[in-house]
């Protein structure tokens, strides 16, 4: 049959014998090898392919793509041939079927796993310069039976062999390689980078370049080597995200020549890369190839202008560095960057070796009517402070000084608040000044960033602080009436007590007289001794008692028990209840007590004047008493009725006998004397016999006073107020002139006094108190001791 094949070729033989040139007539005939291809082209791959029926489809395409006579003519070639079934689409190009040819015949045997064979398939310049094959890559199944795949298709049948080549028969068609961009994108595993080239606009260049090498990180190589922050900085504008972006990606390619796995040498090298430096490649003796630590994965992944390995880890060069400045910009505080850069303030987040603590409201946070160049400089904190350097109540000094603070730093107040969370896990919630932070902060180089859900405001005016808070009206009220205002706003540097207005009421009549017209000089005085002439917080108070001075040159002591912090003042101490607001020119603590400096000389005569006693002073004028008011040696106590009480008695007829008078105002002055109590008796300056007793007021609180011996419930007087001298004596307000003169209203209301007597024991009956008694004790007792002033 051979033979017969053989003989019917013999004319087309004869007739290319007669037409070969002569020199190839002449070679073919002279070596023995030229003379058995010559005879081997009689069963040519084409041939080999056309006798069998599984072939029927590629012999077609080879037809219609018009490669028989290019086939027939090759020399010792490998041949992919794929079976009828694998024609899905039945136009195969030419640039296809010229990448089923290889350059070498390779018999089955002699393939392994990884193989990178040289396919017809050529792309001018692509691969390198020049023609140079498109490679096709060879793997081994992993199972029992080895199946051997070329690209894409299983090798269903070794070792076809014909006289110009060696064929296999492969269950699909061969995909050529598509570029390396396209290749990339088709793994999932490998988008992150994807995307990074995409942004970079290096995706034009590993599309269309040519000889290009990449060694790809996969997703988690990527997301084990960036923080969250670090990547969010790289797709952004922000602080040259995507300049570093382009070095990052820059640095995983090559773009000399393409690197096939098999031409890295065993050992240690370095492969020159696209940004400059180069990487560190090491291939070990069991062929793990690393780049960068990180183990290529996959390699070898074939595209058309290059090849693509991927690795496990992703290396950064070393002209990709972070600070302070990029990880903003990442956390996305980049409303922040932007002030600190329009504020000249770049060496706080930009120098690796100053150790600073920065805090930055996220972007939606940020509060661009707030934010100034103060307000950026209240944002860094001197020093780093991780979360457990902060304690609870602590105050941190800023990058802020201000020439209100004689360029001392201003503080920011530190609240730590750890709190079990229901995942048995105790979380520590930190805030600056009350404003939270969000999430855990972020340490670069010596600094570390807290990120706040507000702008933080550097503090403000001292006056618009006690202005927002009820409790301090009473102080506001006392800075303006002593005209102490610009010299409270304005001192430098400076603590200020502010008191309650409980501390104020405590005061009694001496409030009013401080905020009356003639008391401003004494209440300037006050105000004054409520300023220190430096900056005090709490913290830096030491245990035990500590001496300050105040802005008026007078020493102040404060007394520090554990956490209990007060201020010396003569009359015992003023307890600091709510410490170190932080205002614009220092630090202010509310007290529970004014402080009135032992200068301070009230005289019953002030007090009198600030309650705007006049007729009291009027008559004690009259009756030649006026010396008491003014300054007595010895200490006082001054029953002074309201104004309203005197309208009740003829004035006139009073003045008109100053012997009289000077007797009923002598029965108001008692000797000076702490003791409020029930019961309590007192001599009077009319004589030891006239007493005065006090007796508590069960109705109102607080206490009445009547004269000894005279008895009408209706004729106490109930002590309205109170307001001390320098030295012990006291005004005491009432609301009746001690009286104790006979009229006939008088009997009536003993019948009213007896009425409500009776009804003091049924209340005692029925309570068992004591006090109801001790009235009705009293009134039933007859009256004694009583001397008539009228005559
Ligand atoms: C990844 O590469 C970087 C840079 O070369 C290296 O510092 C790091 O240790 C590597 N990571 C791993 C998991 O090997
Ligand atoms: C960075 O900070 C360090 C430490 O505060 C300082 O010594 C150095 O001069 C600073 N560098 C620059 C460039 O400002
Ligand atoms: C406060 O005043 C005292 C006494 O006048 C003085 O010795 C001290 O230096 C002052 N302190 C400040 C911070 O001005
Ligand atoms: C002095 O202290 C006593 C007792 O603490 C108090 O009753 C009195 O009102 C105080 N005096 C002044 C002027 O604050
Ligand atoms: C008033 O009292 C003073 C001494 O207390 C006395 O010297 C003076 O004469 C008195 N004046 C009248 C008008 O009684
Ligand atoms: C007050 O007393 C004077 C003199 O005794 C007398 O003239 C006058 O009418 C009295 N006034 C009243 C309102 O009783």
Known sequence: M???GRLSLLPIFILLFILSPPSLLFDSLRSPQARSDFAEATKTIIDVLSSDERFTKLIQSLQRTQLIYYVNHLKSVTFFAPVNEAFENPFITKETMLYHICQQEIKGEELYDGQLLTTLYKISDKLGEGEIGQKERVDFSDGDEREIYIGNAKILEKNLQADNGIIHVIDKVLEVPMDALTTLSSLDQ??????????????????????ITVFVPTNDAINHQFKSYEKEYFVGECGGGLRDLDLLAKHQLHSDNVIYSSSIERGSSKIETEQGEPLDVERDEGNNIRVANGLI????????????????????????FFNAHKYLCGL???????????YDHKHYIENLTAPYTILAPQNEYYDDSVMGREASTYHIIEGKYKVTDLKDNMFVKTELKTKKLLNHRQRTKVSVNPKWESDGVTRVYVRFNGVSVMGEPVEIGNSIIYILSKTLSPPGDVMAFAMREKQLSAFVSAVYASDMLPTVQTSEWVTIFAPTN????????????????????DLRDVVEYHMLNESVYTEDIPQGESSYWTIDGASLKMIRDGDKISVKIANGTATIVQSDVLTSTGVLHVVESVQLPPTLHITLGKILKGIGANTMMELFKIANLSEILDDPMEPFIVLSPTEDAFKKINITKMSSDPELLSRLLRLHIIPATDDLVEGAEFPTLLSNNAKLVVRRNILHGGYDIEVKGYYSLIDRARITGTG????????????KVLLPEHNSA??????FGLIVGTLLVAVFITTGGGLGYHHYRQYQRRRAGYEPISS
């Open 332 to 342: 996305r505080a980049t409303k922040m960057v932007a002030a600190f850069l329009k």
């Open 724 to 735: 001390r001298t320098w030295n012990g004596g006291a005004v005491y307000e009432i609301d």
């Open 746 to 751: 008088q009997v009536g209301m003993m019948f």
């Open 2 to 4: 051979k033979l017969t």
């Open 502 to 521: 409980n501390a104020f009421v405590k005061l009694g009549l001496l409030t009013s007289y401080l905020l009356h017209p003639d008391g401003r000089d």
């Open 297 to 320: 994965t996959l390699k070898d992944l074939l595209a058309e202008n290059g090849v693509i390995h991927v690795v496990s880890n992703i290396s950064a060069p070393r002209e990709i």
């Open 190 to 211: 490998l988008r992150l980078f994807v995307k990074y080239l995409r942004m970079t606009r290096l995706s034009d260049h590993i599309e269309n370049g040519n000889h």
